[in-house]
């Protein structure tokens, strides 16, 4: 079928924010599932695609950004050439500002470090699911203090509520032009598939009994540092009496799980890791085929 090229809307955007703003998660629930395989990378982008969300009128090309939530950049070392390059490439930046936590220094020194970029930026207040009304509006009120946002969006990567909305408003900002991948393109990496799994072995190993099936894994986030790999992962169950048995007394088997998980995904990847473990309940996930596909499955 043959698009009406001055209609069709494609664009590179990206998710920035600081560790477990909910990245990845909304990543997954954008593209809609998970599938393993990297593609020969198209020359228009210099880094890894995420995930496409193909559409009759429109395509959106998720992008990772490396390098740009490293804790010594933070602390106010310039971005440097390559992180600004990577970012001056896409068209849509979503800055992730998670509901349940106030706005930091963290959230506002990477609102300044993208203020000065030619993206579209647009706030996305997520894991709307864990707050109220009431701080969910106090939460969007401190982000229009924050900075200059073509859109403030809340959404909840979860429930999935709102996330088709963002989706839109992402694509609304996107230049026209021709389709930038074929239709059937949709990516992830192996890597963060095997650490997921890798992870789910270490919590499900001694708790089969108690819960064989309901746990899932999502690695949030991975980032690189000189000698030190730095992995945040959340694990799910369905309910809090399962929190607490993956838990255990004082967090002492969540504790020995990260250990055990650490040290095999080290060897995975062949370097030291830093792994940074979550429990969190997403109520009857197995019973919600829209959670589900959220999950990776």
């Given at each position: 079928?043959?698009?009406?090229?001055?209609?069709?809307?494609?664009?590179?955007?990206?998710?920035?924010?600081?560790?477990?703003?909910?990245?990845?998660?909304?990543?997954?629930?954008?593209?809609?599932?998970?599938?393993?395989?990297?593609?020969?990378?198209?020359?228009?982008?210099?880094?890894?695609?995420?995930?496409?969300?193909?559409?009759?009128?429109?395509?959106?090309?998720?992008?990772?950004?490396?390098?740009?939530?490293?804790?010594?950049?933070?602390?106010?070392?310039?971005?440097?050439?390559?992180?600004?390059?990577?970012?001056?490439?896409?068209?849509?930046?979503?800055?992730?500002?998670?509901?349940?936590?106030?706005?930091?220094?963290?959230?506002?020194?990477?609102?300044?470090?993208?203020?000065?970029?030619?993206?579209?930026?647009?706030?996305?207040?997520?894991?709307?699911?864990?707050?109220?009304?009431?701080?969910?509006?106090?939460?969007?009120?401190?982000?229009?203090?924050?900075?200059?946002?073509?859109?403030?969006?809340?959404?909840?990567?979860?429930?999935?509520?709102?996330?088709?909305?963002?989706?839109?408003?992402?694509?609304?900002h996107m230049p026209r032009s021709p389709q930038l991948y074929p239709d059937d393109m949709l990516t992830d990496e192996p890597e963060?598939?095997?650490?997921?799994?890798?992870?789910?072995?270490?919590?499900?190993?001694?708790?089969?009994?108690?819960?064989?099936?309901?746990?899932?894994?999502?690695?949030?986030?991975?980032?690189?540092?000189?000698?030190?790999?730095?992995?945040?992962?959340?694990?799910?169950?369905?309910?809090?009496?399962?929190?607490?048995?993956?838990?255990?007394?004082?967090?002492?088997?969540?504790?020995?799980?990260?250990?055990?998980?650490?040290?095999?995904?080290?060897?995975?990847?062949?370097?030291?890791?830093?792994?940074?473990?979550?429990?969190?309940?997403?109520?009857?996930?197995?019973?919600?085929?829209?959670?589900?596909?959220?999950?990776?499955?």
């Amino acid at each position: 079928m043959q698009h009406n090229s001055g209609e069709y809307r494609a664009g590179f955007a990206c998710f920035v924010g600081r560790p477990n703003a909910g990245k990845s998660t909304l990543t997954n629930a954008i593209v809609g599932q998970k599938i393993a395989i990297t593609s020969p990378k198209p020359q228009t982008t210099r880094h890894t695609v995420r995930g496409v969300v193909h559409r009759p009128d429109s395509q959106l090309v998720l992008v990772d950004t490396p390098g740009l939530h490293r804790p010594r950049t933070l602390l106010g070392e310039r971005l440097n050439d390559l992180v600004r390059a990577t970012w001056s490439e896409v068209d849509v930046i979503g800055l992730c500002l998670p509901a349940d936590e106030e706005i930091g220094r963290g959230d506002r020194f990477i609102s300044g470090e993208i203020a000065e970029l030619k993206a579209t930026l647009v706030a996305v207040v997520t894991k709307t699911d864990l707050v109220d009304r009431a701080t969910l509006a106090k939460r969007l009120l401190a982000v229009q203090e924050l900075g200059e946002f073509a859109d403030i969006v809340p959404v909840s990567a979860v429930s999935g509520e709102q996330v088709q909305t963002l989706v839109d408003v992402m694509i609304n900002h996107m230049p026209r032009s021709p389709q930038l991948y074929p239709d059937d393109m949709l990516t992830d990496e192996p890597e963060q598939v095997l650490m997921a799994e890798l992870i789910r072995e270490a919590a499900l190993d001694g708790v089969r009994d108690e819960l064989p099936h309901s746990i899932a894994v999502l690695v949030e986030e991975v980032l690189p540092e000189d000698g030190l790999t730095r992995i945040y992962a959340d694990i799910y169950v369905e309910r809090s009496s399962q929190k607490a048995i993956v838990l255990g007394h004082q967090a002492s088997r969540l504790k020995e799980v990260g250990t055990r998980a650490r040290r095999e995904i080290e060897d995975l990847i062949g370097g030291r890791v830093y792994l940074d473990l979550h429990v969190r309940v997403a109520k009857d996930w197995q019973r919600d085929p829209k959670q589900l596909r959220r999950l990776g499955f």
